[in-house]
């Protein structure tokens, strides 16, 4: 008895042909866009931070002095340190497209890049992570 037949991995193929060519278009259509992080604090947004390029530097929360942020100069922001004793956020990496997210949950911390400016009419009202 086979464990697949042709037809079922021509369509493992197929999904994952399609699946890979929307997440390139996807990233095409967003890495030109201006993008800001929101920095999130047990849900209350406490700073905004614009993504330029060529611009580094250290941000710090004061509401957790223990977590640190590192705004890159090719536009993407990383968990830099953290106290917390997993440091899963610290091994997420750099974030710069629309859409990611990284989060510390021990520290309540939560960093979302989002679209700077005003939103289209053609936009998505709601993104649920």
Known sequence: MKFFKKT????IV???????????????VMSD???????YYFGNLVQV????????KTIEITEVPGVILQQDSDGSIRFESSDCPDKVCVNTGSLSLIGESA???????????????????????????
Do not use: W
């Not at 931070?49 to 580094?56: A, F, H, S, T, Y």
């Open 33 to 39: 866009r201006p993008a800001v992080a929101h920095i």
């Open 14 to 28: 197929v999904l994952v042909v399609l699946s890979l060519t929307f997440m390139l278009i996807y990233r095409s």
């Open 8 to 11: 079922d991995v021509f369509v």
């Open 103 to 129: 989060a510390c949950l021990p520290n309540g911390v939560l960093v979302k890049i989002m679209p700077s400016g005003e939103r289209s009419s053609d936009e998505v009202d709601i993104i649920i992570e």
């Open 49 to 56: 931070v614009d993504l330029k390029q060529g611009v580094e």
